[in-house]
């Protein structure tokens, strides 16, 4: 069994509660913080864990926290980025809605080590019930003295707030978060300067998701010496999985970053194996915004080596042969599922979220999800597929923000590793309606590689 440490205590009644979760342990991280370690204690035990942004980009967290201006008079702000919102991800909503205090504690703990006295909770709009439970929590918290006025005699202060969105995946982008908290349009900001210059109310703030300050609460407890001691190489601690898709056992998993993608995707202590003794076709491993992966690229790499669930294995061989481990929604697809179906479901999606500022993405997102829709619905031509890259590459890093990336990279994955389903929906519109093009080549073990010439 993976060892744990965000969900280790999840099984217990009532850790929802203040009084179960303290008698659990709670609180413990932050009365250590505050009492003994002091802020540079703290940001020091996060540099040494290695713990990276659990939101996507993976950023280590520690550096990010050490790039805040420290201006004299001018206040800090901690923003929660609880906007969850890429297709596939859903382990941040089981955290605020199982366990909140461990999400209270750890921005607690962040808080303090930022000097920052005001902390904001921006929880996407679907989530409509979440906020209730993380209001009780933090009227539990400050009832008890961890929250509000000289917290627990330290002279320390901390108000939380909690803050609804109204439902745009846009406003996971840290800086259209941030002008949505201040009341505005959510329209991302161009950078510099980046928020921890001038972020909340032109102030220095910063962003992390809820996975990433629910995870400062374990670094404190054990120490960042310890905690690399799970995971491997720059994968350090633990990691939430959003398992979905064509699988026995779909959930939330906390996995330790050194078993294999085959191990999680078949083993009973995970996703248990494909449903209905079907056999793999292809997984997006991070979120929707990363590119999909056929069966033989997933197993392993191109180069032969088993592929792990870590950062830099899922990232092994670039986009022309690999993926990103992202936001961890990892979404598993049988050898029934249409790549072209699923590729136009994505692009509709991206094309509904764009924010519209940016005229590639604005316009792109719209043509990509035209062509899409003509070759499912058998009205494509064979240019149209040249076509789509062409659009695709032309909104890659063309935008402010990473939006139009995310929805370009996986219409061009799609492209590359599917070429061929592609082509058999234009060549065959009639059939295409009526049946799928099936595993295919998809799940071929890969030529073995040509040695390096010496």
Request: hydrophobic share 35%; with cysteine.
């Amino acid at each position: 069994m993976g060892r744990k440490l965000l969900l280790d205590k999840a099984h217990i009644e009532g850790i929802r509660y203040y009084d179960t979760y303290r008698s659990n342990g709670g609180y413990a991280a932050a009365e250590k913080a505050l009492k003994t370690l002091g802020p540079d204690g703290v940001l020091d035990e996060v540099k040494k864990s290695g713990l990276r942004g659990r939101g996507g980009a993976g950023f280590p967290t520690g550096l990010k926290w050490s790039f805040i201006a420290k201006p004299e008079g001018v206040p800090r702000y901690l923003v929660c980025n609880a906007d969850e919102s890429e297709p596939g991800t859903f382990k941040d909503r089981y955290l605020m809605e199982f366990i909140p205090h461990l999400l209270i504690e750890g921005l607690l703990i962040s808080s303090f080590a930022l000097g920052a006295n005001s902390c904001y909770i921006y929880i996407r709009g679907e989530y409509a019930w979440i906020p209730d439970i993380l209001e009780q929590a933090i009227a539990e918290a400050k009832n008890k003295g961890w929250l509000g006025k000289n917290i627990q005699g330290t002279g320390f202060d901390l108000e939380i707030y909690v803050q609804r969105g109204a439902g745009a995946y846009i406003c996971g982008e840290e800086t259209a978060l941030i002008e949505s908290l201040e009341g505005k349009r959510g329209n991302p900001r161009i950078k510099p300067p980046f928020p921890a210059v001038k972020g909340l109310w032109q102030s220095p703030t910063v962003v992390n998701n809820v996975e990433t300050l629910a995870a400062v609460v374990p670094i404190i407890n054990i120490g960042g010496d310890e905690y690399i001691k799970y995971g491997t190489g720059k994968s350090t601690g633990t990691k939430l999985i959003s398992a979905c898709g064509n699988i026995n056992k779909p959930g939330v998993y906390e996995i330790e970053m050194n078993i294999s993608v085959e191990e999680f995707i078949y083993s009973d202590e995970y996703c248990g194996g494909i449903k209905n003794n079907k056999r793999l076709k292809a997984c997006i491993p991070g979120g929707s915004s990363v590119p999909v992966l056929p069966a033989n690229l997933l197993l392993k790499t191109a180069k032969g080596e088993t592929r792990m669930m870590t950062y830099e294995s899922l990232a092994d061989g670039g986009f022309a042969t690999g993926s990103m481990l992202g936001s961890g929604g990892f979404i598993v697809m049988d050898e029934d599922q249409c790549i072209v179906r699923n590729t136009l479901t994505f692009a509709r999606f991206y094309h509904h979220e764009s924010c519209g500022q940016c005229s590639p993405c604005r316009e792109g997102t719209g043509w990509m999800k035209k062509v899409l829709q003509n070759i499912e619905y058998g009205k494509g031509k064979m240019s149209d597929i040249d076509l789509l890259w062409d659009i695709q590459r032309k909104i890659e890093g063309n935008t402010i923000c990473p939006l139009g990336d995310a929805a370009a990279w996986p219409v061009a994955a799609a492209i590359r590793h599917f070429r061929d389903e592609f082509e058999w929906h234009v060549a065959n519109p009639q059939e295409s309606q009526t049946r799928n093009f099936g595993l295919a080549h998809y799940a071929d073990p890969l030529p073995a590689p040509t040695p390096a010439a010496v």
